[in-house]
């Protein structure tokens, strides 16, 4: 398995990915290579939830009031 460095992560965001990896009960770098792995399996230009998109797209018009 090969290792990744971040450099100039700024601290914000790495004490944010620390407390989501606590939350998860994983370490950083296992919450890390999580956030990685999901953003990378999803197909692009497809919204996470295309249900969800296709309510809030038609809302407006009436749909689902």
Request: proline share 6%.
């Amino acid at each position: 398995m090969t290792g990744i460095t971040i450099p100039n992560l700024e601290e914000a965001v790495e004490a944010r990915l620390r407390i989501r990896a606590a939350a998860h009960g994983r370490t950083i770098e296992e919450e890390a290579l999580d956030i990685l792995r999901n953003a990378l399996n999803r197909e692009p230009g497809l919204p996470a939830n295309l249900a969800a998109s296709i309510r809030a797209r038609f809302a407006p018009l009436g749909a689902w009031n």
